[in-house]
């Protein structure tokens, strides 16, 4: 089992930057391919992007590419999302997630977090 916590969250303005995090205790967590998704109010889950365990491969959705950043340290334990020239279409809860695999498909992770809310005002 793994638990992972987001946070990093807030009100931004447009424009805006934001950074969050994704961390887990189990020693494991750097086995596992992370994933980024969101949802907004009334739509459906989004993804976002995603980085492959060691951190060689690295995937974007087509809404943040050039605008946001995935990394991840093994040694902390921790995925990271840096989101710059934030919208207000960005506003939505974001979700971290761990699977075995890098994918665009929320049904190929196993564990999920409990979300992290941002909401960038124009």
């Known amino acids: 089992q793994v638990q992972l916590v987001e946070s990093g969250g807030g009100l931004v303005q447009a424009g805006g930057s934001l950074t969050l995090s994704c961390a887990a205790s189990?020693?494991?967590?750097?086995?596992?391919?992370i994933g980024w998704f969101r949802q907004a109010p009334g739509k459906e889950r989004e993804f976002v992007s995603a980085?492959?365990?060691?951190?060689?491969?690295?995937y974007y959705g087509d809404s943040v590419k050039g605008r946001f950043t995935i990394s991840r340290d093994n040694a902390k334990n921790t995925v990271y999302l840096q989101m710059n020239s934030l919208k207000p279409e960005d506003t939505a809860i974001y979700y971290c997630?761990?699977?075995?695999?890098?994918?665009?498909?929320?049904?190929?992770?196993?564990?999920w977090g409990q979300g992290t809310q941002v909401t960038v005002s124009s």
């Open positions: 189990e020693r494991t967590f750097s086995s596992y391919s």
């Open positions: 997630a761990a699977g075995q695999g890098s994918s665009w498909f929320p049904g190929a992770y196993d564990y």
């Open positions: 980085i492959s365990w060691n951190g060689g491969s690295t």
